[in-house]
């Protein structure tokens, strides 16, 4: 008869992972040298055949043992991934996670703390509320009289803009429902989250140049009755473009409309010296997403909502009796059910609390400025290409670029030709024109210039001729 397997938690924990841990450590080197790229070769058919032939029976009678489990799959795994730590994987807002952050989620997963109820999570509640604290500091703390703005932990920026939009929706004091107003440029999460909600379709506002365009959002206030959210967006998807913030804000507080800014690319911007007063403006909105999983090096999830009054987040109370019972309350357990649309969640908390105590402000503003500086590098060689078009000068990381001449069919061949041969990942992006680009979104650190002229060189390798 097999022994009960080990667990992660207790004092033996430690003991039973670290041998573990040797054999993943070791599956990851192997499966990222078997890769030897930023993406396996060959195309979804060839990645996923090679996955099921490494992988075998995955409930087999009997098993393997936690070691040959552990060494098969997350080789396999690794083999087959699109690795954001490799300079040429640049085509999302998909970061290579710090070292010191994934060590800390290790933590978190051994420890399991289910944040719903405090009894399941004493320390990692306390720690949330003061990360949450901190962070909605840092966005509204200089503009904020009540000095008492609040923040909710997410998956992200989708779930963010949904809780926004679902708050606003619970704060109307009026009859008719709120409508939504967003630029042509806004992230999809926005006009789905009136869906979800059960609000009218989004009025989209013009965004002639990628961002909002704040006479047209003045006469679409001045024409449509009842209730208004504004949804502006500091770091748009496509193209890292950020919307003329304080003009916008003037706007709204002259209509009554509130505010909601979807910051969750651009708010690493809030730890740089540099590059802060991009996002000025960002603390007038009565709500912020925040995604420190893009422009803060954490793996995934580790988004936030910000919220500059937090009489907002009581919409979201509910009791459920097995979890914050009232006299549980009344007694001072703290009520963590209504922090969160989710019951059971992971403390991502733990991550970003270490991050930013290892790196601080100053840390985090120079990785910041560093892929921002990598971007302008990368736009400058382009502008020197005689061969390819560069679509503006970067605000954030992402830059812009395309053969010149080249048609929309022309460019996505390229793309999907370095997918392919595994050598490069590059996004694709539709500007206002209509004209298809390719995209490098760079949020690498340790990227170097020869990295960016390497890049280019694969491209060059693809272009017609």
Not at 24 to 35: N, Q, S, T, W
Not at 206 to 220: I, K
Not at 253 to 263: K, S, V
């Amino acid at each position: 008869m097999s022994s009960t397997p080990p667990l992660a938690g207790g004092t033996q924990g430690p003991a039973a992972l670290r041998p573990l841990l040797d054999t993943v450590l070791d599956a990851l080197h192997e499966g990222a040298v078997r890769r030897d790229g930023p993406l396996p070769a060959g195309g979804p058919d060839t990645v996923a055949a090679l996955l099921r032939e490494h992988a075998g029976p995955l409930l087999p009678e009997h098993g393997t043992g936690a070691h040959d489990a552990l060494r098969t799959l997350v080789t396999a795994l690794t083999e087959g991934a699109a690795d954001p730590a490799d300079p040429l994987c640049a085509a999302h807002l998909h970061c290579p996670p710090l070292a010191v952050a994934t060590a800390a989620d290790l933590a978190a997963s051994a420890l399991n703390p289910s944040m719903d109820s405090w009894d399941q999570a004493p320390a990692a509640s306390a720690l949330e509320d003061l990360v949450t604290a901190t962070l909605a500091r840092e966005v509204y703390g200089t503009n904020n009289p009540r000095q008492d703005a609040d923040a909710l932990v997410t998956t992200g920026g989708t779930e963010a803009n949904q809780l926004a939009v679902l708050l606003a929706r619970e704060t109307n004091p009026h009859p008719e429902p709120v409508q939504l107003l967003v630029g042509a440029n806004a992230h999809h999460s926005l006009p789905r989250a009136t869906w979800l909600h059960g609000l009218p379709a989004p009025v989209t506002v013009p965004a002639p140049g990628g961002t909002l365009d704040p006479a047209a959002l003045d006469d679409a206030l001045t024409h449509l009755p009842g209730p208004t959210l504004v949804a502006a967006t500091a770091g748009t998807t496509d193209a890292g473009l950020i919307d003329p913030l304080p003009e916008i804000a003037d706007i709204c507080e002259r209509h009554g409309a509130r505010l909601h800014i979807d910051a969750a690319y651009g708010a690493g911007l809030l730890f740089s010296a540099r590059h802060r007063d991009l996002l000025t403006g960002l603390d007038r909105a009565h709500t912020t997403t925040l995604d420190l999983h893009k422009l803060g090096w954490q793996p995934v999830a580790a988004g936030l909502l910000a919220v500059r009054d937090p009489a907002d987040v009581a919409a979201l109370t509910y009791q459920a009796d097995y979890l914050n019972a009232d006299d549980d309350t009344e007694a001072g357990l703290p009520d963590l059910l209504g922090r969160s649309l989710r019951t059971t969640r992971r403390p991502d908390i733990l991550k970003i609390a270490v991050t930013l105590k290892a790196l601080g402000r100053t840390g985090l503003g120079a990785l910041t400025d560093q892929v921002i500086a990598h971007a302008h590098h990368l736009a400058a060689l382009i502008d020197a290409h005689p061969g390819l078009d560069l679509y503006d000068t970067p605000t954030l990381s992402t830059v812009l670029f395309r053969p010149h001449g080249a048609d929309a069919g022309t460019i996505a061949t390229i793309r999907r030709a370095l997918l392919t041969e595994g050598r490069a990942v590059l996004g694709r992006a539709r500007t206002p024109d209509g004209t298809l680009w390719l995209k490098a979104t760079l949020l690498n650190p340790h990227t170097d210039p020869t990295d960016l002229s390497a890049l280019l060189k694969l491209v060059e390798g693809h272009m017609p001729h």
